[in-house]
């Protein structure tokens, strides 16, 4: 089967600084406390799906040396949409200047990865370039007078063009797309409405699904935790990625963690970890690397891939 290799990353972050501090001057809360039960230290703040879409699109086709006119297809996992309809794929294609087909995907902070395993099958298919793109604006969706929530969220995007791997152990080894929805209540944003959260149970649930997701893909692939190079896990909170870390039997260090200074982004959380990482040379040709986002659904999803193309 052709595996999906990245040949290009992108990644756009809200325009606007807000730390912990400034939080603190409207909210019962503390930087310290935010730190202690999250990591996070500032979250980025502004701009619309399409911005920041587009802008992280810009940088991963120029990477990927690839002009939008080549693309096959446009996938956007988004939760935050600018509009019910029609899709911010849509309008991605057009701001920059894409022929393809392209639509939007809802998997909440699993996306990005979901779309990851949807832009694999159709480069199996036969497709030769798929531009996936992660992007949420929640700072629109959050009750900014609620401290349980607007400690944890930003707005960010990530996009990756994928192309059919060159050599032939590089690319995309196993996927996993997972949904629970007997646990859709823990975690809701009404039309109209902001962001409600069990933040407790979601926790819970969460490194459960991520340890089991996680440990799947490496079955699949016949590979072990001790094989693996990198994790790029969602960054929703620092202390759950040590949970997961820990009951995976991987060392925390080769977890990539971008939180401290976007905070939430869902989509964007696992492209903004992978570019951080690429940058300080975490991560290098040849790597295992496992990621998996979990989210609101609740959903869950995992891909394993070999670093390079
Ligand atoms: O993409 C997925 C999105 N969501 C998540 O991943 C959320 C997962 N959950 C979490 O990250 C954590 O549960 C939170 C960060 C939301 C909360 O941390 P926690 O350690 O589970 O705290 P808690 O909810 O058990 O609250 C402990 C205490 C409570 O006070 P009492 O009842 O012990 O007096 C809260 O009222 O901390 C209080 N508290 C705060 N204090 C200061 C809750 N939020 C804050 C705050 N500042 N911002």
Not at 48 to 66: D, H, I, M, N, P
Request: glycine content about 12%; aromatic content about 4%.
């Amino acid at each position: 089967m052709t595996r999906a290799a990245i040949t290009g990353l992108g990644t756009a972050v809200g325009r606007r600084v807000v730390t912990n501090h400034d939080l603190a001057e409207t909210l019962d809360t503390s930087d310290q406390w935010i730190v202690e039960r999250t990591g996070i230290h500032q979250r980025r703040v502004g701009g619309s799906c399409l911005e920041l879409g587009a802008q992280a699109a810009r940088v991963a086709l120029k990477q990927a040396e690839t002009g939008a006119a080549d693309l096959d297809l446009i996938i956007c996992s988004t939760c935050t949409p600018d509009q019910v309809f029609p899709a911010v794929a849509n309008r991605i294609q057009d701001e920059l200047g894409a022929a393809c087909g392209a639509f939007d995907l809802n998997a909440a902070c699993s996306g990005f990865t979901y779309g990851l395993t949807l832009a694999q099958a159709q480069i199996a298919a036969g497709m030769e370039r798929v531009l996936v793109v992660g992007v949420d604006t929640l700072s629109r969706f959050t009750d900014w007078d609620d401290r349980s929530t607007a400690i944890l969220f930003g707005d960010g995007a990530g996009a990756v063009v994928l192309a059919p791997a060159i050599g032939a152990d590089r690319g995309m080894l196993s996927t996993y797309m997972g949904s629970e929805g007997r646990f859709a209540d823990l975690l809701t944003c009404d039309f109209g409405g902001c962001i409600k959260m069990d933040g407790k149970e979601v926790f819970r649930q969460a490194v459960r699904v991520m340890v089991s997701a996680s440990q799947r893909v490496l079955a699949d692939a016949g590979l072990s935790p001790s094989d693996v190079g990198a994790v790029i896990p969602h960054q929703a909170n620092m202390r759950i990625i040590e949970s997961a870390m820990k009951r995976l039997g991987i060392p925390f260090e080769k977890a990539a963690t971008v939180l401290e200074t976007t905070g939430n982004t869902s989509s964007a959380s696992i492209p903004l970890a992978m570019d951080n990482a690429v940058s300080k040379g975490a991560v290098h040709d040849g790597d295992v690397v496992l990621l998996v986002g979990f989210g609101a659904g609740m959903s869950v999803a995992a891909a394993l891939l070999r670093w390079g193309q």
